[in-house]
């Protein structure tokens, strides 16, 4: 990667609008910056939100390839408790709380091939603080609608803009735009997911495990009430998730062999919802879609490095798992909680947010944790995507034994709830 020729002294935000460059000097030099981050999803606009509300006079560049909308998504995510008190602390979660619905509790079933019954092995419950549930599910249109209209007048909008290259120098990186424009920043955030440009300009390589199959998601309704309760159901297949929405309404996760889920798809939705009835049982009765299936291929990556010289990967750019936990969304949002309080501290103290130091900083923080859903996330799958009779009278055994133990529950429900007393201060809630 190539070096920039005029290193540019780094200075802090209120110096930095004192000496904003002239028009002159922009065609020249390229648009200056505090951040610049590359991605308009929601880990991104989070990013967004995060840095505008947490140091007034941020000098934001939020670009991406595609114009700022509200993307049709049929998906709805599981926003755990840690990460809704990010919402919550940005001032955010109010827009998002008219659509979310409380996950009251969990149930998970585990069946085989041609099984009649499925029964409940494991179940989790209760709040993870008095009044406060474990998770929400909220859809994902509306945590983008609610996101974008939070970005404040500090954050810039480009696009569409395609990034055509990134130099990282010793005072600032250079974004450069298909358009003959540039950018410049002290430290830049690729948001810009699983198939990130900026990770392979960055010459950042992947561990990667293509696990041959699809997410299929639609939003059903159904005839009984879910009573704010996940359903997983662990399949042959794979995972089988109904996530309750407000109403009789459930979002579905629902995981098949890449050639199974093109047929599924195919099917009349009449036909498709027979085929979810038959995986649920009587869980919530005579069921019918409100759209067609969508799909998206599953696999396990993650970046071998989570920062390179001025640039920071979060989100999908620095990981991705399988959806068996729910916990994709929550892991880059997390992502979030931590960059932002390191780019903050280090604009607060008049230092280099972009510099080594900070971005290892970064890095350490996010890590373990990445690593350690990665590795729980893809055990689940390996383990439970099978139908060989010894695993499954093992993993039954294993998940009642767990069923009958609440210290281990407890510490579990806490785990996925994101809650960390030594974590972040937004995902516990507090300024940074």
Same mark, same amino acid.
């Given at each position: ?128 603080a008095p009044g406060e549930p474990f998770a929400h599910l909220v859809p994902n249109q509306l945590v983008a609608e609610t996101l ?34 540039t950018i410049l920043a002290p430290l830049v955030i690729a948001a810009d997911g699983a198939n990130s440009a900026l990770r392979r ?87 019918? $879609? ?8 599953? %696999? =396990?990556?993650?970046? &071998?490095? !989570?920062?390179?010289? *001025?640039? @920071? ?80 009278? $093992? ?8 069923? %009958? =133990?609440?210290?281990? &529950?407890? !510490?579990?429900?806490? *785990?996925? @709830? ?15």
């Open positions: 990667m190539q070096q920039l020729a005029t290193p540019r002294a780094l200075a802090p935000p209120s110096a930095a609008r004192d000496k904003a460059p002239t028009n002159a000097e922009n065609a020249m030099n390229g648009a200056s910056f505090d951040i610049a981050i590359v991605g308009g999803g929601p880990v991104g606009l989070t990013m967004a939100v995060a840095l505008g509300r947490s140091m007034k006079g941020l000098r934001i560049a939020l670009i991406d390839r595609r114009p700022f909308s509200v993307p049709r998504d049929q998906r709805a995510s599981a926003i755990a408790a840690g990460v809704r008190r990010i919402f919550v602390e940005l001032g955010v979660w109010t827009g998002m709380a008219i659509g979310a619905e409380p996950v009251r509790q969990m149930k998970i079933t585990d069946s085989g091939t041609g099984d009649i019954s499925r029964p409940l092995f494991l179940r989790f419950d209760g709040d993870v974008l209209g939070a970005l404040g007048p500090d954050v810039e909008i480009i696009a569409p803009a395609e990034i055509t290259g990134f130099t990282a120098g010793p005072a600032s990186a250079r974004l450069d735009l298909a358009d003959g424009r300009m960055a010459d950042i390589e992947v561990i990667a495990h293509d696990y041959q199959q699809s997410g299929l998601v639609t939003t059903i309704m159904h005839e009984l009430d879910h009573e704010g309760t996940a359903y997983e159901h662990f399949r042959p297949a794979g995972p089988f998730a109904s996530l309750p929405l407000p109403g009789r309404r459930s979002s579905l996760v629902w995981t098949e062999g890449r050639a199974r889920a093109e047929e599924l798809k195919a099917l009349p939705l009449e036909a498709v919802a027979e085929e979810i009835e038959a995986v649920m049982g009587s869980t919530l009765g005579k069921v019918t $879609l409100e759209e067609g299936l969508q799909s998206f291929p599953l %696999r =396990l990556q993650v970046a &071998k490095s !989570f920062t390179a010289p *001025r640039l @920071a990967l979060i989100g999908d750019a620095a990981h991705v798992i399988h959806p068996v936990a729910g916990q994709g969304l929550n892991l880059g949002l997390k992502d979030v909680a931590a960059l932002a309080e390191v780019a903050v501290d280090a604009f607060r103290l008049g230092l280099d947010p972009g510099a080594a130091d900070a971005l290892e900083r970064y890095q350490h923080w996010r890590r373990f944790d990445t690593a350690l859903m990665s590795m729980v996330t893809d055990g689940m799958v390996r383990l439970f995507s099978n139908d060989v009779a010894p695993v499954r009278a $093992l993993r039954d055994l294993g998940m009642g034994v767990v069923d %009958r =133990l609440p210290p281990i &529950k407890d !510490f579990l429900i806490r *785990r996925a @709830a994101g809650l960390d007393s030594r974590g972040p201060k937004l995902l516990r809630g507090l300024p940074i």
